[in-house]
């Protein structure tokens, strides 16, 4: 049996996933890695570390703690704030994916003798003609892929997904019936650096927002903004302005006049995009993508939309959707898939 190492945050996911490696025969450690290293309230590294040894504890494996909280600034974080700076909407988690858990845990793991990694992700590997695929979770709607589209062939060889084939309600029976205390825990939401605290105050402090006009897709203003890095494509809570009709969404943001301009009802034509550009591409086998319909995601929760490739260059590529899509949002990832399979994607522009 194989050496294992798998990344356990403290939560039901992570440790039903050692449990089931332990159960199979492997020789399982746990790591936790603190990858933030303000611990003030909001991000609970503390709570979660002791989660963890009650559980390694209680699977009887032995438990390691790894700082990467310099690796995280430096890979993960500052990109946030530059793409925020550029009024962007970035979504770090990908990046954490790719640059933290499954490159400078795996590079760990491998000086600890590891033969492979393995952490509570909703995914598959499956593997034709020797080469690994990054592949849907059976729960579709607990499916990970989306964030782990920018993985290599050489991550994935090294990488086990035990919950790939399980749902969320299984893996709680599997822990509550194990007796494992993380068996209720609720599921952690949003980043772990900014946790429970306001979005807007947290950001606050590390950039300075300037204020400008909202105007109307006719160009009238009708209230002012706090900063355009606060707000995203599709936001309708927190704009400050009302009146009679539909509710306003945020359509779109100009750096240059410094101007966030709103559109009433989620329907407007200006929140709907029919073909999508993507820049700083990523794609996990390096084969050529088909020339056939396949399908995309431009957000996590958003369900596959047909599409075909329009156009590829070295460094971006095009896609036109069947059904226009709505608030595709520059700095999140456009995430492609051919059926099951995780082709991989790029960055919305």
């Not at 599709?234 to 301009?261: E, S």
């Not at 709103?262 to 929140?271: F, I, K, S």
Request: charged share 25%; net charge neutral.
């Amino acid at each position: 049996m194989a050496r294992v190492i798998v990344g356990m945050s403290g939560g039901v996911d992570s440790s039903v996933a050692a449990m089931l490696l332990k159960e199979q025969g492997h020789e399982v450690i746990g790591l936790f890695m603190r990858n933030w290293e303000d611990d003030d309230g909001f991000c609970p590294a503390k709570q979660d570390f002791l989660d963890v040894a009650a559980v390694t504890d209680k699977l009887g494996i032995d438990l390691e703690a790894v700082d990467f909280s310099s690796e995280y600034k430096e890979r993960v974080f500052s990109y946030f704030l530059t793409e925020y700076n550029a009024g962007r909407t970035p979504n770090p988690d990908i990046l954490c994916n790719s640059e933290i858990k499954f490159k400078a845990f795996l590079d760990h793991a491998l000086k600890l003798g590891a033969d492979f990694i393995a952490t509570g992700h909703y995914a598959r590997i499956q593997y034709h003609d020797g080469r690994p695929f990054l592949c849907k979770a059976y729960d579709k709607n607990k499916d990970q892929s989306y964030f782990l589209y920018r993985l290599k062939e050489w991550q994935l060889e090294k990488t086990i997904f035990p919950l790939g084939e399980l749902n969320k309600p299984t893996v709680r029976d599997l822990a509550r019936t194990a007796g494992l205390i993380v068996h209720d825990k609720k599921d952690s939401t949003g980043i772990c650096f900014i946790g429970e605290r306001p979005f807007r105050a947290f950001l606050s402090q590390y950039l300075k927002g300037t204020p400008g006009p909202i105007k109307t897709a006719e160009g009238k203003t009708i209230g002012e903004h706090v900063g355009l890095m606060f707000y995203t494509i599709g936001q309708r809570q927190g704009l400050g302005i009302g009146g009679p009709g539909a509710p306003w969404f945020v359509a779109g943001k100009d750096l240059k006049n410094n101007t966030l301009t709103v559109v009433q009802g989620r329907d407007h034509p200006l929140l709907k995009t029919l073909s999508a550009w993507a820049s700083d591409l990523s794609f996990i086998n390096n084969s050529p993508l088909p020339e056939y319909q396949i399908s995309a995601k431009t957000r996590y929760r958003q369900t596959d939309a047909s599409c075909l490739i329009q156009k590829i260059q070295d460094t971006q590529v095009e896609v036109r959707f069947n059904v226009p899509q709505w608030a595709v949002t520059p700095g999140q990832s456009l995430v492609l898939y051919d059926r099951e399979v995780c082709l991989g994607g790029g960055i919305l522009v």
